[in-house]
């Protein structure tokens, strides 16, 4: 189900909606639910692909087979929303920036979509309100963990899927994954933090650095390695619930379904 989450935004005076895609369970509901956050595109210079709704239907029936409902919301300039796609780019917009001067505001321009949806669905009756997961692949798993930050008794837990927000061979990523990281330490929940061998984007010692900053800044959480099939990319691992199926389970056992 494709549904528009108002926002408090306007472009030409006219308010701005943010395209969601909702993959629901059998049963009349309130249901426990994953709010999970897209990505980028890759460099960020192409953008032809912006405009391409982003879901996993394999993590949605991973999901729904437990009972639990799962949102896509595609942030402004994405998928079918409306706005401008506008988190951290260089001035000309010819790709994604590392430096913190465009990075870091485009994550807060993105944290900002988040809390529109998360707003959106703490009114909706279907949502039940006691077992919320917030979760993300690449972006959206930083995202994830600072919403949660942000809101530390509104979550039962995070799952983030080989989080960043700058791809780690940019000449400033330490200025700013680190940073990012160590603002989700404020969410005392349990955290899970999945990456994978041969990932192009985040390696797993880049990740760990990200992971070790958030720990000695107060957080909690598991950090998982997983060992990538052979010729797999191993950022691009969402559709592969064999691979990380079992720590999920582990998850959900620890919020309590």
Do not use: C
């Amino acid at each position: 189900m494709t549904e528009r989450v108002p926002t408090g935004a306007f472009d030409n005076g006219e308010q701005i909606t943010l395209e969601m895609v909702t993959f629901k369970p059998d049963g009349p509901g309130p249901f426990p639910t994953l709010m999970f956050n897209h990505g980028s595109t890759g460099v960020g210079n192409d953008p032809s692909v912006f405009t391409s709704t982003v879901t996993s239907p394999a993590l949605a029936k991973h999901f729904n087979d437990r009972g639990w409902m799962v949102v896509f919301p595609q942030r402004r300039g994405r998928g079918k929303s409306g706005g401008l796609y506008d988190e951290g780019f260089e001035p000309d917009r010819s790709q994604y920036s590392d430096d913190p001067q465009y990075a870091l505001p485009g994550f807060e321009h993105a944290l900002v979509d988040v809390g529109w949806v998360v707003e959106h669905l703490l009114a909706r009756d279907d949502v039940d309100r006691e077992h919320l997961l917030i979760g993300g692949h690449s972006r959206g798993g930083f995202l994830a963990l600072a919403f949660a930050a942000s809101h530390p008794n509104l979550f039962r837990g995070v799952l983030n899927f080989v989080g960043g927000w700058v791809d780690e061979h940019g000449p400033a990523s330490e200025m700013v994954n680190p940073v990012i990281a160590r603002r989700g330490a404020n969410f005392q929940g349990p955290s899970v933090w999945l990456y994978a061998q041969n990932d192009p984007f985040y390696s797993v010692a880049h990740s760990r650095k990200n992971f070790n900053a958030f720990i000695v800044a107060g957080g909690k959480g598991l950090f998982h390695v997983l060992d990538t099939p052979p010729g797999q990319d191993g950022h691009h691992i969402l559709s592969l619930t064999g691979l990380w199926g079992p720590v999920v389970e582990d998850l959900l056992e620890r919020v309590g379904k």
